[in-house]
């Protein structure tokens, strides 16, 4: 009948061969803090209440690596088959391999959990998709976190067990595991036989006459190197063998932790999720709602950082008011929703919704729902919302099933039943925009918080390129002592020391300013400068803006700006594929109670006199203008270009 455990079978394959370079390990793809997303996710997913997640990094000899031998087989094989027409990328991956397998030992990854632990089922839609079904009664179990676990193995060898409890309390045991190697010929019989890049663990079972294999599943029994730390109940395990970090020279200890930090933040914040990090040292180190504010200061980069800061904030401050009892029609039951209304000074004065589900993050304002410019009439504010999808004819099921494989983005146009899912964003807009604080309608439509000053825009300024030197200006100390060193003579003791040592060093004081570090932010005469700043509708009529700004250390005190209003289009000069702004047709201004001339069929751009520093206009856009791209319910950027008095030109 063969081994309980199993063994690691390439398949016959008469597709067209696959070389060393697949996509689904592709390590400039994936970042590491995703493998450790969706590690996390799938212990989160395989049942309901508490999970205890383990994260092991340990050394194990090469002999104990189940599989292992056949693995070496079917490398060398495919190097003999392919190694010399594989390309730049598959090259590179042979050296990876060939490095691992010749270490006596790998560094390996476990991570366990005490779940509900991998079925039959599961491991059969694994071995057929690479991804598992999710199950009702939990929610899911070894899912896209399979394809992801290969990035950071070297040999691109996961492993994966599972003790599962049936109906009747009996727990079974399944293992199973998935190697990608490259397409490769075995001699067999009277020919060559052609063999799959991916080997699975197979068990051999009896059918009829014969014994074969069964390819729906693996093994009925788990290895001691996955089975020692499982413990006694249900529960799951998956290791990567020779796991190498995708980012060079960071901690697996900091990253696995940080990413957990901010991946799952409600999660570990309500205790439902409780992530341990040990090593083959004895280390221990524990993720809890004690050490979440100390993790979150670890997370990378800087802006995922300030954004966990900023959600752990609101979910601690008690002025944040948690919105439990008006969110069971909206969103569900057991549905959350905690808003701050009024930020710290510290902190990007902007509308954030940030939605969890289950505790964990899936999307930061999902776009075309809760962007800011659908909360114009209220002050900015923070809000945190978390789904529960495990509660039939919630939000929490149709936000699952629209996150697609990556469970990053909310995309309704995933579901059948689109309508639905944007109705309850819809509700869920009101529901926030009701709990903030309106804007005054006694002030003009520009609260001070949104300002971009001119002291903060386009201060930096180009680093000063050193002038080469010229070599007819070299002191002729110089040029002799060269010559002299090129003729191979010694140098002449009379020649003076082009750098003597310094014996009395000057009195301590302020360093002296770095020729190619200078950076004078005082804008000079005749210079041009710019500013922008955000202006919204006026609330009783959506085509008048009162346009406000702050010029200090700019220059405005003379000359002329011209002042145009745009919508932008959300993108930069980093992006691929730019979309300028779409900019409104100007019909009249009103700057410092007069009335600035205006062509008769409107401008897009307007030249006001002499600005001050601070100072405000009135601006009124073509109705048309206005409807058409809704600017009464978002941002309208207002753009000044500021040029000197020697060259304004004057429009009045």
Not at 314 to 319: A, E, F, R, S, V
Request: glycine letters at 8%; one cysteine or more.
């Amino acid at each position: 009948m063969g081994s309980p455990y199993g063994e690691l079978v390439f398949a016959v394959d008469n597709n067209p061969p696959q070389g060393f370079t697949n996509i689904d390990a592709n390590r400039d793809q994936v970042k590491d803090e995703i493998v450790i997303r969706e590690l996390l996710q799938n212990a989160l997913d395989s049942g309901t209440g508490t999970r205890a997640v383990r994260f092991v990094l340990d050394e194990v000899a090469a002999s104990r690596i189940f599989g292992l031998d056949r693995y070496r087989e079917a490398f060398e094989h495919a190097c003999r088959y392919l190694a010399e027409d594989e390309p730049p990328t598959g090259k590179q991956m042979i050296k990876r391999i060939q490095r691992a397998l010749n270490r006596d030992s790998l560094r390996c990854l476990f991570c366990y959990d005490d779940g509900n632990g991998i079925a039959e089922a599961e491991l059969r839609s694994l071995y057929g998709s690479g991804r598992s079904t999710k199950r009702a009664a939990g929610r899911g179990s070894v899912g896209h976190g399979h394809l992801t676990s290969f990035v950071p193995s070297d040999l691109r060898y996961v492993l994966y067990a599972g003790r599962h409890a049936g109906a009747n309390g009996d727990l079974s045991e399944t293992f199973g595991g998935h190697a990608i190697v490259a397409s490769h010929i075995v001699t067999a019989g009277n020919g060559n036989t052609q063999r799959s890049a991916d080997g699975f663990i197979r068990q051999r079972r009896a059918r009829g006459q014969e014994v074969l294999f069964d390819y729906e599943r693996g093994g009925t029994r788990i290895p001691r190197i996955l089975a020692k730390r499982m413990g006694e109940g249900s529960g799951s395990a998956v290791m990567i063998a020779a796991y190498k970090p995708v980012a060079p020279n960071v901690k697996p200890e900091q990253l696995i932790l940080a990413a957990a930090a901010r991946h799952f933040l409600v999660a570990i914040f309500d205790g439902t999720l409780n992530v341990t990090f040990e090593d083959s040292a004895g280390s221990r180190r524990s993720l809890t709602p004690e050490t979440l504010a100390v993790q979150v200061e670890t997370i990378s980069p800087n802006r995922s950082r300030t954004a966990s800061r900023r959600t752990l904030r609101t979910i601690q401050d008690p002025t944040s008011r948690i919105l439990d009892e008006q969110t069971e029609e909206v969103l569900g039951a057991g549905a959350r929703v905690w808003i701050r209304p009024r930020l710290r000074s510290d902190e990007a004065a902007s509308h954030r919704v940030s939605m969890f589900r289950d505790g964990m993050w899936i999307q930061d304002n999902p776009v075309n729902y809760l962007q800011p410019r659908h909360f114009a009439g209220v002050d900015p504010f923070d809000a945190v919302v978390d789904l529960d999808s495990d509660r039939p004819g919630g939000m929490g099921k149709l936000v699952r099933d629209a996150e697609g494989a990556s469970h990053l983005q909310i995309t309704p146009s995933e579901l059948d039943n689109a309508s639905e899912l944007v109705a309850r964003l819809a509700a869920l807009r009101e529901l926030l925009s009701a709990s903030a604080h309106p804007v005054s309608q006694g002030e003009p439509y520009a609260p001070p918080q949104l300002r971009l000053t001119g002291s903060d825009i386009n201060t930096a300024i180009p680093k000063r390129r050193p002038r080469r030197p010229d070599p007819d200006e070299h002191n002729v100390d110089d040029l002799e002592r060269e010559q002299q060193i090129a003729n191979g003579e010694p140098e002449s003791p009379h020649a003076p020391d082009p750098d003597p040592p310094d014996l009395h060093p000057p009195e301590p004081g302020p360093l002296p300013e770095s020729d190619t570090e200078k950076t004078d932010r005082t804008v000079k005469a005749g210079k041009s400068t710019g500013l922008s700043t955000s202006c919204r509708p006026d609330p009783q009529d959506p085509c008048l803006f009162h346009v406000c700004w702050h010029a200090a250390g700019r220059g405005f005190r003379s000359g002329a700006a011209d002042l145009s209003l745009a919508v932008p289009s959300g993108t930069d000069q980093t992006s691929r594929h730019r979309i300028t702004p779409q900019y409104l047709t100007i019909v009249s201004v009103r700057h410092q109670q007069r009335s600035v001339n205006v062509p008769a069929g409107g401008t897009k751009q307007v030249r006001i006199l002499r600005p001050n520093v601070e100072d405000s206009a009135e601006v009124r856009v073509a109705r048309g203008a206005a409807s058409a791209i809704g600017t009464d319910r978002g941002l309208v950027e207002a753009v000044l270009f500021h040029r000197s008095a020697s060259s304004s030109r004057t429009n009045e």
